[in-house]
Nanobody, 126 residues
Framework: VQLVESGGGLVQPGGSLRLSCAAS????????MGWARQVPGKGLEWVSS???????YYADSVKGRFTISRANAKNTVYLQIHSPKPEDTAVYYC?????????????????????WGQGTQVTVSS
């Protein structure tokens, strides 16, 4: 399993940014994908996940501002960040566990994911 994130960078508050995660080594279309983020000195924070059937879930902190989507033909999952805030500054990781989680609570737990990308830095600043 290989996950490679891209698209991070410096963005102004109120701007927009789209993160991409290219996946390989497993049957991408069959499994849920997730995004999490981490700031220095803190643990991973689950951000969003998308099931194989397209159902999406978001952390309360990003609901209404972030949009997760997937392009199965491209083996890619996206995270569109709208109107970012300085507190969204973090390293963003995509992840999978090669499963379509039976429990939403499990899907929202970063510890439930076995495979992670290397991360992409997002910095929100004017």
């Amino acid at each position: 399993v290989q996950l490679v994130e891209s698209g991070g960078g410096l963005v102004q508050p109120g701007g927009s940014l789209r993160l991409s995660c290219a996946a390989s080594g497993f049957t991408f279309s069959s499994y849920a994908m997730g995004w999490a983020r981490q700031v220095p000195g803190k643990g991973l924070e689950w951000v969003s996940s998308i099931y194989s059937d397209g159902r999406t879930y978001y952390a309360d902190s990003v609901k209404g501002r972030f949009t997760i989507s997937r392009a199965n033909a491209k083996n890619t999952v996206y995270l569109q960040i709208h109107s970012p805030k300085p507190e969204d500054t973090a390293v963003y990781y995509c992840a999978t566990d090669e499963t379509d989680f039976n429990e939403i609570a499990t899907m929202m737990d970063p510890k439930a994911y076995d495979y992670w990308g290397q991360g992409t830095q997002v910095t929100v600043s004017s």
